[in-house]
């Protein structure tokens, strides 16, 4: 099993910054990535960024310039640094592990951006 825990999430101002935390445990074995998805109300679930074990990235274009993701393997955490939070990026935002063709999903933290 794999256990995925997040943290950071709340409200912000637009214009604000966030930064997102995610713990990977248990039978974590070798990873492939892991990255960050987020659901708005009434939307489907989008990629927001993600990082393989080799460190290459992607991100939405949404959100290209504004939010960085890093990983320290050696911690199995993943984090994802939030900047010119916008209202449109508020979500439940999930922690994402992908290895031998599994996704593993975290509970989810909300992040608001709001006046």
């Known amino acids: 099993q794999v256990q995925l825990v997040e943290s950071g999430g709340g409200l912000v101002q637009p214009g604000g910054s966030l930064r997102l935390s995610c713990a990977a445990s248990?039978?974590?074995?070798?990873?492939?990535?892991m990255g960050w998805y987020r659901q708005a109300p009434g939307k489907q679930r989008e990629l927001v960024a993600r990082i393989t074990n080799g460190g290459t990235t992607n991100y939405a274009d949404s959100v290209k310039g504004r939010f960085t993701i890093s990983r320290d393997n050696a911690k199995n955490t993943v984090n994802l640094q939030m900047n010119s939070l916008k209202p449109e990026d508020t979500a439940v935002y999930y922690c994402n592990l992908y290895k031998l063709g599994k996704n593993y999903w975290g509970q989810g933290t909300q992040v608001t951006v709001s006046s």
């Open positions: 248990g039978s974590i074995g070798s990873i492939n990535a």
